[in-house]
């Protein structure tokens, strides 16, 4: 897959309980060709907790650390790189939080991390707290990741994370080896907003039904519609042939096409299947042909 190309669609809702959304993404791709090939594209969701905003502060600035440190970081090692950038964002919330009120920010204040790096066709993923990476392929979701949080036979009986940044001075962090991808594969990157609301047989069925960024908000929308009791956020990416180097293939060309019709269409024509909006164009284009005949006869 010397060509590969990444289509990412993310979105991010607060849900139908919440008054505000926690939840913050992040992404980094260099458009450097050298960059892309030492650092790879990096994608992230954080999770913020902690209530009156500083929820909202500790996943902005968590994500915000990551992405800065891991792009300085030396070295070609993708897994060090994450480990230390999210152990250098926990360090600084974890600072922030020993000020508490002087700071804005609440005593229990942190959040959680998943973070995914793509680089070449290989895929890194890293994770702290229950926020999840998945791995749609073909028709199979794997979840990559495991949640921190306590079992259901802790006694506590609540959904409890044991692990979350800007909590202690020190975080370990879960680094997956790197997977290899393949075309078609896609990677959800998610809050559990998304997946305490939704089995995976439901997140498995909508994440590869449309292009990435109609999957996304059809994510969230599902959850919503079950009720959206978090804020739920979304990042997909699929990994595609092609780039400048390659020529698409036409089924490539024809998703390109597919794919830049349905960003400007409404949503609720979007959802409905590819060859409908193709009939109906179609039938358009009769008509407009038919019509055309029919004021030439005039004219003649
Ligand atoms: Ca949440």
């Not at 070295?75 to 999210?86: E, N, T």
Request: hydrophobic share 40%; with cysteine; net charge neutral.
């Amino acid at each position: 897959m010397a060509n590969l190309r990444l289509r990412v669609g993310q979105f991010s809702h607060r849900g139908r309980r919440r008054a505000n959304n926690e939840d913050w993404l992040g992404r980094f791709q260099p458009e450097d060709p050298e960059r892309l090939a030492d650092k790879g594209s990096l994608f992230l969701v954080a999770d913020g907790m902690g209530g009156h905003q500083s929820g909202e502060l500790a996943s902005r600035l968590a994500v915000d650390q990551v992405i800065r440190h891991y792009v300085d970081a030396p070295g070609a090692d993708v897994g060090r790189a994450l480990r230390r950038a999210i152990g250098v964002a926990n360090a600084t919330l974890y600072s922030q939080s020993r000020r508490g009120s002087e700071a804005g920010v609440g005593r229990d204040w942190g959040t959680t991390m998943v973070a995914a790096v793509v680089r070449g066709a290989d895929l890194w993923i890293a994770n702290v707290g229950d926020s999840r990476a998945y791995l749609l392929r073909g028709d199979r979701l794997r979840q990559l990741t495991e949640d921190h949080v306590l079992g259901p036979d802790s006694g506590v009986g609540l959904h409890v994370i044991t692990r979350a940044l800007g909590r202690k001075p020190d975080v370990e962090v879960d680094i997956f080896p790197p997977l290899r991808l393949r075309t078609g594969d896609r990677i959800l990157l998610c809050s559990d907003g998304l997946t305490s609301p939704l089995p995976d047989e439901r997140i498995q069925a909508l994440a590869g039904r449309y292009p990435p960024q109609e999957a996304a908000e059809a994510l969230v929308r599902a959850a919503n519609e079950r009720g959206g009791p978090d804020n739920v956020s979304v990042v997909l990416v699929e990994v595609t042939e092609g780039g400048s180097a390659t020529p698409l293939s036409t089924r490539g060309y024809l998703q390109e096409v597919w794919d830049s019709l349905s960003r400007v269409l409404p949503a609720e024509i979007r959802q409905r299947p590819a060859w409908v909006l193709i009939l109906a164009l179609l039938l358009a284009a009769l008509m407009i042909i038919g019509l055309g005949f029919v004021l030439g006869l005039v004219v003649l």
